[in-house]
Nanobody, 114 residues
Framework: QVQLVESGGGLVQPGGSLRLSCAAS????????MGWYRQAPGKQRELVAH???????HYADSVKGRFTISRDNAKNTVYLQMNSLKPEDTAVYYC????????WGQGTQVTVSS
């Protein structure tokens, strides 16, 4: 059984910053990929960024240079530092853990609005 617990969402003005955290617990293998997806109203869920246990990262073009993903393997925790936020970043952000199967967090709302 794998559980993912997210935190850090909220309301922020355009240009502001937020930091999301996701802690994984349960039967987690050392080799895995952790990441963040988001889903805006009326749109499909999309990849924001992911990071392997070795530290390799991948970002969606829309967030490159603004978002930074990192992880603490000892704590099985992944972070998403979001800077220079835009209204179009508004969405529910979901933590993802990929081992053999995909596991998802409950989602955390990020709203960028003045």
């Amino acid at each position: 059984q794998v559980q993912l617990v997210e935190s850090g969402g909220g309301l922020v003005q355009p240009g502001g910053s937020l930091r999301l955290s996701c802690a994984a617990s349960g039967s987690i293998f050392s080799i895995n990929v952790m990441g963040w997806y988001r889903q805006a109203p009326g749109k499909q869920r999309e990849l924001v960024a992911h990071i392997t246990n070795g530290g390799s990262t991948h970002y969606a073009d829309s967030v490159k240079g603004r978002f930074t993903i990192s992880r603490d393997n000892a704590k099985n925790t992944v972070y998403l530092q979001m800077n220079s936020l835009k209204p179009e970043d508004t969405a529910v952000y979901y933590c993802n853990l990929r081992i053999v199967s995909d596991y998802w967090g409950q989602g955390t709302q990020v709203t960028v609005s003045s």
